[in-house]
């Protein structure tokens, strides 16, 4: 079959097209741009909610007739060849036009070991679910196999998310990951590989015979049930056998070396990607550190976008974030360093935070959006307080430090 | 009259309807998780929402061979006029369906509008087995259940777009089942839909 023939039989030449925009649309509705590949790759990632499912429906859909067509044929050749010959613009169209839709989506190029882990879940996949569309109309009568097949990988896709099951979440496509702190788990991206390997290896194999077109259908549908019982099986094996700590984000701290650098005498140190902001998170420390010590309030020496460091105040510097957001971070992380909780919540924490906020430059208004009104107006009944005796303010903000709510890690 | 239920796989329709009952009442409640694209966040969907999608199955093998005219030959149903067939296969998809349709609402909270989905995909399903064959009716009325399930419920017109989903508008959804449930209707007992086949699915008769 040639080329051109085969993009036309498959459908491939409007559905590809059909899902590349659905999944873009998609992966770009739900990504909050942090400029770390990883994390705006696998947000995007979602678009394999609409991609899976549709492969494995239009495979199935498409492949019908197909066996009962060639069985009659004497074939020398791999039916592995044959259905690749058939097919391939199904099989490996629709993964790569899924990773092109999510790298467009995400706006972001894989880059690192995590990004690239990321784009090849994605591939394979959709390439999983392709090959499980085909086995399925193989091996049940088209209009089962569709709706089968699609609502599978649907609930497969869907259901790890939802999941408590630490295994599940573990080998579940979707990764609910990453915060700029954090990359993709390796034993979860081994173990979701594994999983989609031996599935879609199996299949491969069943197709491998020149004589495959005469295997008979229950013995199909039962290769492809322990296919995905040897599949899991792996998985499980590999998420229990590697000792690691197992979360249910799948996630682990990410090693990535901070770029630090120095200005205004603050140091400041950031993740690769956002290291143009270093000048922008230095003079807003600039401008507040005068203040803090007018009220006589400890004074930033030091930001850093990772929890490592203790003496740091601790900042957001994503793509995504405005100015404002940027002085809000400055804010929260001041308040955090001086509290000693990280991460914390509450009304007293965000009347605190608002304080500094407003000590930054930020309008009340800007303020009120981000942190409440009540918090907002609570900070600046602090700030018209201290009018008279700058020192009252920062009387009130050592007072507050204690009623900050701090959340127990874990 | 029995030829005629067997030729419609009457009992594959029956069994269809207790298997789809019988996962509602199993694992009805189980969540899925689908991202809330504007504002962020998840949505959770139960897996009753889909199971509908067994009765779309029943509905298509039902009626594979209904645009064949293959009923038409004398040797398969030799006593029965199509005209009288097509009425017949018109209320057996009406009755069929509202009953399957009244059965699985019973099951759910929202009384009348769970109707809806057994309806829409009936519907859905039938007109594209008659169009194009049963598979495409399958697939049809899996991309229709696919699609409105990821559509975001913060988005734009989405109660009128979740027709399957149980946050859409009642009143819209079901005067859509009950609109294209009709429409298989009316081509079934007029006898106007021929399907057009694919030379694979020829093959696969």
Redesign the interface.
């Known amino acids: 079959m040639t080329p051109i023939r085969a993009i036309v039989r498959s459908g491939a030449a409007w559905f590809l097209p059909l899902m590349f925009a659905?999944s873009s649309w998609?992966g770009a509705?739900?990504t909050?741009r942090l400029g770390y590949p990883a994390g705006d790759i696998a947000q995007s990632s979602?678009g394999l909610?609409?991609a899976a499912?549709?492969t494995a429906?239009?495979m199935a859909?498409q492949y019908?007739?197909?066996t009962?067509?060639i069985r009659p044929l004497r074939i020398t050749r791999s039916g592995l060849l044959v259905v690749l010959r058939a097919w391939w613009p199904l099989l490996l169209g629709a993964p790569t036009t899924l990773c092109l839709a999510v790298v467009v989506a995400a706006g972001a190029v894989p880059n690192d070991l995590p990004s690239w882990s990321l784009i090849l879940i994605d591939f394979m996949t959709v390439l999983t679910a392709a090959l499980t569309g085909l086995a399925c109309a193989w091996a049940l009568?088209?209009?089962?196999a569709?709706?089968l097949a699609?609502?599978l990988w649907?609930?497969w896709v869907?259901?790890?998310?939802?999941s408590t099951n630490l295994l599940v979440h573990n080998l579940a496509s979707t990764f609910g990951c990453c915060s700029s702190d954090t990359r993709p788990a390796m034993v979860a991206i081994r173990a979701t590989v594994l999983l989609l390997l031996v599935i879609s290896l199996g299949i491969g194999c069943l197709l491998a015979s020149s004589r495959s077109a005469r295997i008979p259908r229950p013995l199909v549908s039962t290769v492809l049930t322990l296919l995905v019982v040897a599949g899991v099986g792996a998985g499980v094996a590999v998420l229990r056998t590697s000792g690691e700590p197992l979360t249910l984000t799948a996630t682990e701290p990410r090693t990535t070396p901070l770029a630090c650098r120095t200005e205004q005498g603050v140091e400041v140190c950031l993740w690769p990607e956002n290291r143009d902001r270093t000048a922008a998170l230095a003079a807003i420390v600039g401008e507040v550190n005068p203040q803090f010590q007018r009220l006589g309030m400890n004074t930033i020496h030091s930001l850093t976008q990772a929890n490592g460091n203790r003496e740091a105040a601790s900042v957001e510097a994503g793509a995504g974030l405005s100015q404002q957001d940027l002085r809000v971070g400055v804010a929260a992380g001041y308040v955090d360093l001086q509290s000693g909780c990280r991460g914390a919540t509450g009304p007293a924490r965000d009347q605190l935070v608002a304080l500094v906020a407003l000590l930054t430059g930020m309008r009340s208004d800007d303020v009120a959006t981000r942190l409440g009104a009540r918090a907002a107006s609570g900070a600046e009944d602090a700030l018209a307080q201290g009018q008279g005796s700058p020192e009252a303010v920062g009387v009130w903000f050592r007072k507050g430090l204690p009623t900050v709510h701090c959340v127990p890690p874990g | 009259m029995m030829l005629w239920l067997r030729a419609r796989h009457a009992w594959w329709m029956v069994a269809a309807l207790v298997a789809m009952l019988g996962f509602d009442r199993l694992v009805g409640g189980l969540s899925l998780s689908v991202p809330a694209l504007f504002g962020g966040g998840a949505n959770f969907v139960f897996l009753r929402t889909y199971l509908p999608l067994i009765w779309a199955v029943a509905i298509a093998d039902s009626f594979a061979g209904r645009g064949f005219s293959i009923e038409g030959r004398p040797a398969l149903l030799p006593s029965v006029a199509m005209s009288r067939l097509g009425l017949l296969d018109a209320g057996l998809f009406v009755v069929a369906s509202s009953t399957a349709a009244a059965l699985f609402s019973g099951f759910q909270s929202g009384g009348l509008s769970g109707t809806a989905p057994v309806l829409v995909l009936s519907g859905v399903t039938c007109i594209g087995t008659l169009r194009a064959g049963p598979a495409v009716g399958a697939f049809a009325s899996t991309m229709l259940m696919l699609l409105t399930s990821v559509y975001p419920r913060t988005a734009p017109a989405a109660r009128f777009i979740h027709i399957l989903q149980p946050d859409g508008e009642p009143a819209w959804s079901t005067t859509c089942g009950i609109l294209v449930g009709l429409a298989a209707a009316g081509l079934l007992a007029t006898n106007s839909a021929r399907t057009r086949l694919r030379a694979a699915e020829v093959s696969a008769l």
């Open positions: 659905l998609y509705r739900f909050f979602v909610y609409v499912p549709m429906a239009f859909l019908r007739g197909f009962p067509l009568p088209a209009v089962v569709v709706p699609a609502m649907f609930v869907a259901y790890g998310p939802a």
